[in-house]
């Protein structure tokens, strides 16, 4: 069964169209995290929600914003996405003990 | 700051072993994980282990860990084509609500 879901598996949007991906779990762990993974690159974390409690890595443009209305969903939104932000989308969940276990992942095309 | 390196590139026939090297710089990490990639997917967890060990086995996987020069290893006994992947090391320091540290990535190629 799956534990970490993300929708949609590929999601092409237009320069600057407003887009969101979403992310649940099954898990009910705390923790929710969202990176972004370019071509051949390790994944780069844009922000993880303890709970309620949001936190930004200081490096995440303020493109990117995230909701977490409730523990099993978290959202990403991307405001104006440029070229530059075509990559495949992460989630990742944790209890808070150390491991995290990611979902499928979305891939953005940006057009 | 933290820095974990992986090299590149591993190419192994089915059948052999394979060991795959990362270095970390963080002596205060507390936890090292292991985890694959296949193409255009998420990332699974494989294994971890705690820094204050020195060895994990689970069925064909082997970690081993040298905390004094801050080398984990992964080694596949018996590797078949289905483990051609990415596979990528992760160290964490604050273990609640941690944050992972990813090293480069090593891509796996399984030649028969």
């Known amino acids: 069964d799956a534990m970490v879901i993300q929708n949609p598996r590929y999601q092409v949007t237009q320069f600057g169209k407003p887009v969101t991906l979403s992310c649940s779990q099954t898990?009910?762990?705390?923790?929710m995290y969202w990176y972004q993974q370019k071509s051949s690159q390790a994944p780069k974390l844009l922000f993880h929600y303890y709970d309620k409690d949001f936190n930004n890595e200081a490096d995440t443009p303020d493109n990117f914003q995230s909701r977490r209305p409730n523990t099993s969903f978290c959202f990403l939104d991307i405001r104006s996405p440029g070229l530059g932000d075509a990559a495949m989308y992460l989630c990742?969940?944790?209890?808070?003990?150390?491991?995290?276990?990611f979902g499928p992942g979305t891939r953005l095309t940006v057009t | 700051g933290e820095d974990v390196e992986q090299s590149l590139f591993l190419s192994v026939r089915e059948g052999d072993s394979s060991v795959i090297n990362c270095t970390y710089t963080?002596?205060?990490?507390?936890?090292l994980y292991w985890y694959k990639q296949e193409p255009g997917a998420g990332l699974q967890l494989l294994t971890y282990?705690?820094?204050?060990?020195d060895m994990k086995q689970d069925q064909r996987l082997t970690v081993l860990l040298n905390k004094k020069d801050k080398h984990l290893s992964l080694r596949i006994a018996d590797t078949q084509t289905g483990d051609s992947a990415i596979y990528f090391c992760?160290?964490?320091?604050?273990?609640?609500?941690?944050?992972?540290?990813f090293g480069t990535g090593t891509r796996l190629q399984v030649t028969l």
């Open positions: 992760a160290e964490s320091i604050i273990p609640t609500a941690s944050k992972l540290t």
């Open positions: 963080d002596s205060s990490s507390t936890y």
């Open positions: 990742a969940t944790s209890s808070g003990q150390g491991e995290q276990y």
């Open positions: 282990i705690f820094s204050n060990m």
């Open positions: 898990l009910n762990h705390n923790v």
